[in-house]
Nanobody
Framework: QVQLVESGGGLVQPGGSLRLSCAAS????????MGWYRQAPGKQRDLVAT???????NYADSVKGRFTISRDNAKNTVYLQMNSLKPEDTAIYFC?????????WGQGTQVTVSS
């Protein structure tokens, strides 16, 4: 079973950037499909971006061109580079790992975009 720990969240002004990291342990990281999701207060958890074990990526329309997901299998880490941040990007961001139908979640990291 894999354990996931997110970091890198914080308060940033509109137009700013943040890089989130998700460190995995306890499993064969390179075999997992990884993803980032977010949940704003009072709303459901939504997909932000995913990256498969082979490196194929997918993005929500709302973040295309602004966010980039990547992975470093040597460091067992997946990243989310977030640029041109908007107030509507404010949410708790969760890391997700999937393998053979099993899904694992991190505890989340808060991102707040505000002036």
């Amino acid at each position: 079973q894999v354990q996931l720990v997110e970091s890198g969240g914080g308060l940033v002004q509109p137009g700013g950037s943040l890089r989130l990291s998700c460190a995995a342990s306890g499993g064969s990281f390179r075999l997992y499909d990884m993803g980032w999701y977010r949940q704003a207060p009072g709303k459901q958890r939504d997909l932000v971006a995913t990256i498969t074990r082979s490196g194929n990526t997918n993005y929500a329309d709302s973040v295309k061109g602004r966010f980039t997901i990547s992975r470093d299998n040597a460091k067992n880490t997946v990243y989310l580079q977030m640029n041109s941040l908007k107030p509507e990007d404010t949410a708790i961001y969760f890391c997700n790992a999937g393998l053979y139908g099993n899904l694992y979640w991190g505890q989340g990291t808060q991102v707040t975009v505000s002036s």
